[in-house]
Each structure stands twice: as C-alpha cells, then as structure tokens.
C-alpha cells in the first residue's frame, strides 16, 4: 500500500522514522520565471513545510530542458534508481505532467512507488496516491495531461499542412535543384542556372534521350549547389517531382502551392510522365533479348558492348561501355571513346549472313581460321612462369626474415618490389588471355550442323550457337565490324 504524509507523520512522531521526500522538477525550456525547476522546487519545499513541523530531509531532482513526452532523462532515471533503493519516503511534484505527459510512462512510475512502498503527491493538483479517491484522480488527470499532448500535436500538423499548402517548410531539408529558399519571407525563388538545367533534362527527355545520357550530359557540362551531378537517379526524381510545376509534397500527397514558382509547365510535366509510366511498364531488363552481348567488343577502346533500349523499347542499340562510363565505370575503358551506336536488329542480321557465308565454303572457313601464331601461347607460358617465380622469391624472403630477423624495412621493400613485379606480369598475362581464341579450334564439319540449326533456334539457343563458333566481334568508329571465329 501507499504511505499517506500523516502515516509518515505519526512514525517521525513516535521517533521510529526519519522522513526523506524526493521533488522533482522539470521544464522543456529553460526559464527563470514562472513555474521554473528552482521555483517548482521552492513550491514544493513550502507545501511540505506548512503540513509539518518536523524537519524533513529533501532530496532534489532537477530536469531543465527534458520533454515530459517520454522518461529519458537523467535526473528522472536517477530518481528511479534511489527509489528502487528505497532512498526515500515520498516523490512530491509541483504537476502532474511534470513527471510525464505519456499515460504509460506515467502509470509505470506509480506502480513502481507503489511497489515500494513510496508516496506520491502532486500539489497543484492536492492528490495523494495513499488514498483511493487520489489514485483515481491521479489516473484521471494523466489521460488530460496526454490528451492535451495529443491536442497539441494535432494542433501543429493542422499548421504544417497549412504551411506546406502556402509553400511554407516547417523543417530545412535540402533544397530542390532549381530552387533557392527565401527563410526570411518563406518562399522559394527560382534558381536561373539550375532551372535552365531543369527545363534542359525535360528537352531532352521529350526528344527520346535516355536517362543516362542525360545525366552524362549534365555530369560534364552543368552543376548544382551541391556540385557536381553525381547520379542518374537525381535526373529520375526531377523528372517525377510536381514541385517543378508549382506542387509541393507532403504526407504522400501533392498539393498546389502558391509559394512555389513553376520551372515546367503543366503540359510538359504531363508529357514526360506518360514515357516515365510507359517505360516502367514496358521495361526489359532480360540481358537474352540482345543476341550478340558477351561476343561485342569496342575496336577502338577494347571496352565490352552493352544492349541499350530507345525510351519506347522499340528499337535497341549495342553501345561501348566507356560511353555509359557514369553509370557502369568499372566497364569502362576510356573517357573519350568516340564509338557510335548499332541498331541491334541491323547488326544481328549483318553477323549471322556473315557467319553462314564464312560456314558455306571451305575456303572461306579456312580464310577465317586462327592468324595467332604459337609465339602467342609461348609468351603466356613465359609470364606465368615467371609469376610463379616470383612467388617463390617472396616466400624466400619471409621465410630468411623468421629465421635470421633480418631487417624489417628492408624485407618489406623488397616484398613490394617483388608484389609490384608480379601485378605487371598478372595484367600482361589477362591481356594476352583476352586477345587468344581458344586452343581446340571447331572443325568445318561441326561449324555447317551448328549454322543449320540456326534459322529454327530460338533467341537463347542462338546465342549459343554463336558463342560456339565466334571468339569476339570488334565495332568500329567507320561502322566497320570485325568477326574472329573459332576456327
């Protein structure tokens, strides 16, 4: 049961107690007047006072800057522990909702004192949890302490809806690319350089260039704010965002704003959102819809080949990597390749009337076989012993450092001189790997069945077949392609 202040009382009186009563005071915001921790505290001092005579040993617990929304806070968790040491006889408050607005945390904290045999009374309030009707009360009273919470957060999100309405922000995220923010008059002022870049990607997008490029385009001529572009995505979220049209978000819904300027009109926005939602519908990712990808090759970088779809997914391209570099740089060869693009249907049926005229005839096979001399597999031979010779030579050089302790410095240099040596040979040695067609060449006889069956394959089965008979094709600037067999 709860200890009533005249229980408390009487024991002091009999001399069997010494009564310590805990305050506890606290504010959101610091302030010197009013109902501040010193003069809750000071309240709470003079109530006890008046009731008795005795003298009472106080133990203070001050919180100056702690919400009541929840219980972390330091001096409210050390009161916490004193009580669960049972360091005193009663917690006196000036409110309720000093303690907690939060029903939950509120009701914790009473079960707690009563676990422990500790009073609770609330001044401003006069409740006293050692008696029923005060229990009740104080239950009562912590529901309107969060309901009136709960009021004030409505409150605040009627008025940051209308904040976002009149393009007003409540918080300072990061500022739209087109847009600087006015905080003084709460408005957003066009950004001219970065709107032209806007209306720029909304261009070019309507004239069926990709995302990508657009971005590239961007990348090296334009910046923002922030510098430079640094994704494709930024380019996907400007073209999906409504604020460019005088629309700003919130809670997952957009708004006319009159406190946002327009950068793209409505009909513009419009038009490149039916693409956007046409091309997400329509999007193709299967790497298989290309026949020739893993066999292209850039014959002016030596970068791979890619399949690149038109917006509408209605005509595709082969493309050098090192021209999509932003966005694949770990493909990329080089930053300037000159390479153009080859229409993927154009170029499919150039290499397979290619492949069945070279099958047709023995001497046209034999013309296409192998020109890679033996001195090539000779070379490869070479480096990889010499590989292998210098990883005896390092192990050498650990194994004379554990038994002699040899110089530690000098043991290290000579192990990366040794480590530098072998990443030469190692990127000489995958070079000449990628140049060579295989060593089992494919006979004539097996190169007719395998063509045979290529007007009745599906997409699949002939990049297959054409894996099997073709090492690499080579693309060129002059649109000229190089096909090596493996003959």
């Not at 790497?287 to 893993?294: E, K, M, N, V």
Request: hydrophobic share 35%.
């Amino acid at each position: 049961m709860f200890f009533s202040f005249a229980y408390i009382k009487t024991s002091i009186q009999g001399g069997t107690h010494h009564m310590k009563i805990a305050i506890y005071s606290r504010k959101s915001k610091f302030t010197g007047k009013g109902d501040s921790v010193e003069n809750q505290v000071q309240m709470c001092r003079e109530y006890c006072n008046r009731l008795y005579n005795e003298t009472i040993e106080f133990i203070i617990y001050e919180d100056e800057g702690f919400s009541g929304g929840n219980t972390n806070r330091p001096k409210f968790q050390e009161l916490i522990k004193d009580a669960l040491n049972k360091k005193f006889d009663a917690l006196i408050c000036y409110r309720l909702d000093r303690i907690s607005r939060n029903v939950a945390d509120f009701s914790a904290t009473l079960e707690l004192l009563q676990k422990h045999d500790i009073a609770f009374v609330s001044i401003k309030e006069q409740f006293d949890t050692s008696t029923p009707m005060g229990k009740a009360m104080v239950y009562i009273a912590s529901v309107f302490a969060q309901l009136e919470r709960e009021n004030i957060r409505e409150r605040m999100a009627l008025g940051a809806d209308k904040k976002a309405a009149l393009g007003y922000k409540s918080r300072t995220p990061k500022i739209l690319i087109g847009y600087d923010y006015d905080k003084e008059n709460k408005k957003y002022i066009v950004n001219d350089y970065e709107a032209m870049q806007v209306r720029e990607i909304f261009e070019k997008y309507l004239n069926s260039e990709g995302i990508g490029n657009i971005y590239r385009y961007l990348h090296e001529n334009h910046t923002t704010k922030y510098g430079p572009w640094k994704t494709a995505k930024q380019v996907s979220l400007i073209l999906d965002n409504e604020a460019y049209i005088g629309r700003l978000r919130h809670r997952q819904a957009y708004k006319d704003s009159v406190n946002i300027p327009p950068i793209i009109d409505a009909v513009t926005f419009e038009k490149a959102r039916e693409i956007r939602n046409y091309n997400k519908e329509h999007y193709y990712r299967q790497t298989s819809a290309y026949l020739l990808t893993g066999l292209i090759y850039c014959g002016e970088c030596g970068a791979r080949l890619r399949g690149l779809p038109k917006y509408d997914r209605t005509t595709f391209y082969y493309v050098c990597y090192s021209r999509t570099r932003i966005s694949y740089p770990h493909m990329a060869k080089s930053n300037n390749c000159g390479l153009g693009f080859f229409r993927c249907d154009k170029t499919d049926e150039q290499v397979l009337n290619a492949v069945k005229s070279v099958v047709s005839n023995k001497k046209f096979f034999d013309k296409a076989k192998s020109t890679h001399s033996d001195s090539d597999y000779e070379q490869i031979e070479i480096i990889k012993k010499e590989i292998r010779r210098l990883n005896e030579r390092a192990s050498r050089i650990v194994e004379l450092f554990i038994e002699t302790g040899a110089d530690k410095q000098n043991v290290i240099d000579k192990l990366s001189e040794t480590n530098k040596q072998k990443e030469n040979l190692e990127t000489q040695l995958k070079s000449l790997i990628a140049k060579l067609k295989p060593k089992t060449p494919i006979s004539f006889e097996d190169a007719k069945s395998l063509v045979a069956s290529l007007d009745s394959a599906n997409l699949g089965e002939k990049r297959v077949i054409l894996s099997k008979l073709i090492n690499k094709i080579l693309f060129y600037k002059n649109k000229e392609i190089k096909i090596e067999f493996n003959f």
